[in-house]
Nanobody
Framework: QVQLVESGGGLVQAGGSLRLSCVAS????????MGWFRQVPGKEREFVAA????????YYADSVKGRFTISRDNVKNTVYVQMNSLKPEDTAVYYC?????????????????WGQGTQVTVSS
């Protein structure tokens, strides 16, 4: 199994920035597609961003495009999401996920391993 540990969440005012990190315990980190999802109580888990294992192509939900940047460091076994121009509607628990294969980049079912989540709260 792959263990994923997120960090970097917290409280920030609207317009501010946060960077979330996710460290993976695997010897083959570069072989996994990595994604970020978020979830608000009472709602389904929502796709945020993904970075592929092949050439590091990135994909974003329309709601975060232009504000969030996903990246990975295969030496440190870490995936990041830099979140700028944060809005109150970005408030959620953010989850890191890893998958060996994709059926759909934005579908939670495409990912095999999940972190415990980290809370991001954006005040108005």
């Amino acid at each position: 199994q792959v263990q994923l540990v997120e960090s970097g969440g917290g409280l920030v005012q609207a317009g501010g920035s946060l960077r979330l990190s996710c460290v993976a315990s695997t010897r083959t980190f570069s072989s996994y597609n990595m994604g970020w999802f978020r979830q608000v109580p009472g709602k389904e888990r929502e796709f945020v961003a993904a970075v592929t294992r092949s050439v590091g192509s990135t994909y974003y939900a329309d709601s975060v495009k232009g504000r969030f940047t996903i990246s990975r460091d295969n030496v440190k076994n870490t995936v990041y999401v830099q979140m700028n121009s944060l809005k109150p509607e970005d408030t959620a628990v953010y989850y890191c996920a890893a998958g060996a294969r994709y059926s759909s980049r934005s579908a939670p079912s495409s990912y095999d391993y999940w972190g415990q989540g980290t809370q991001v709260t954006v005040s108005s």
